[in-house]
């Protein structure tokens, strides 16, 4: 049927991690020690996810960005910067083709 789709799931060490399901295999997106909480937004050539990643601060959320498609890439932090010193709990709301 060639049914895929992205899903998080938890990896062989408990994390939970986006993982492409395509015709019943699952092949991790992201890896490593934090977790994916809510994939915010799927395009033609990205994920932007929700994540813990930052700094192994399991309390904080940040705004990532995963490349598809095309070679792996690591996992890019949109929001680590903005106001780093007073907020590292962040959410966004993107645009149809998140472009803003």
Known sequence: D??????????SKGYKH???VKNG???P???GEWEVIYISKLTK???YFVSNQY???PVKRNLYRV????????PQCLTCDLHEDRCQYNSAYLS???SF
């Open 2 to 11: 060639n049914l895929s789709f992205y899903k998080i799931m938890s990896d």
């Open 18 to 20: 986006i993982h492409l």
């Open 25 to 27: 295999v699952a092949t």
């Open 29 to 31: 997106i992201s890896s």
């Open 45 to 47: 050539d990205a994920i």
């Open 55 to 57: 700094k192994g601060v």
């Open 67 to 74: 490349m598809i498609g095309g070679s792996s890439s690591a």
């Open 96 to 98: 149809v083709d998140a």
